[in-house]
Structures are given as structure tokens and as C-alpha cells.
Nanobody, 126 residues
């Protein structure tokens, strides 16, 4: 099992920045792909970014150039640096991990992830 705990959410004005963190524990040595997702009220959960064990990164178009996903060398902490935030970025942000996807299969798609955190709220005001 892998446990995930997000932190760093909060309220900011449009144009501001936040940095989310996700601490992973448990059988983290077996994790091959991690990602950030978000879900706004009344909407489906959507992918934001993913990073695989070798550091290959993918972003969804809506956050390219504004968000940066990264992880520490040990691979047990995931980050999401969010700059130039917009009101439409407001959502509950989740960290996720999987042991069954890597390389080109490590995509910010909710269906490939098996372990999820509880989420951290990000609110961007105009």
C-alpha cells in the first residue's frame, strides 16, 4: 500500500502562486508514476500533470507554462508549483500514485492511478 498526504493549498488572488506538496509513505519503492489531479464542484476529476520514475513529465494544455511538477530525489515527495493562477484553477487538488504505469503510459489520466490522497483545496479569487 501507498499512503499520500497533500499540503500547501490555500486562497490566493488571480496571478498569484502556490506550491503543493504530497508526502508518500508505505511501499513507495514500487511507485512508477505519480500525478496531480483536480476536481471542481460539479465537475469530473481531471488530470493536471504526471511524472514517471525516470522524470518524464506530461502536462495538460490548460496548465502548460504555468504549473511545474517535480519530485525529490528519494521519490517520496511530489510537488506542484502553480504560478499565474486563474479563478478556473480553483479546485480540490489530489496527489495520486501507481505501480503499473511508466514511460509513455504515465499520463495524467485518473483511470491509471490506484492510490489517492485526500486532497488540498486551492481557491483563486478574481
Amino acid at each position: 500500500q501507498v499512503q499520500l498526504l497533500e499540503s500547501g493549498g490555500g486562497s490566493v488572488q488571480a496571478g498569484g502562486s502556490l506550491r503543493l506538496s504530497c508526502a508518500a509513505s508505505g511501499y513507495t519503492y514500487s511507485v512508477t508514476c505519480m500525478g496531480w489531479f483536480r476536481q471542481a464542484p460539479g465537475k469530473e476529476r481531471e488530470g493536471v500533470a504526471s511524472i514517471d520514475i525516470d522524470g518524464d513529465i506530461r502536462y495538460v494544455d490548460s496548465v502548460k507554462g504555468r504549473f511545474t511538477i517535480s519530485k525529490n530525489n528519494a521519490g517520496n515527495t511530489l510537488y506542484l508549483q502553480m504560478n499565474s493562477l486563474k479563478p478556473e484553477d480553483s479546485a480540490l487538488y489530489y496527489c495520486a500514485a501507481t505501480r503499473s504505469a511508466a514511460g509513455s503510459w504515465c499520463l495524467p489520466s485518473p483511470r491509471i492511478f490506484h492510490y489517492w490522497g485526500q486532497g488540498t483545496q486551492v481557491t483563486v479569487s478574481s
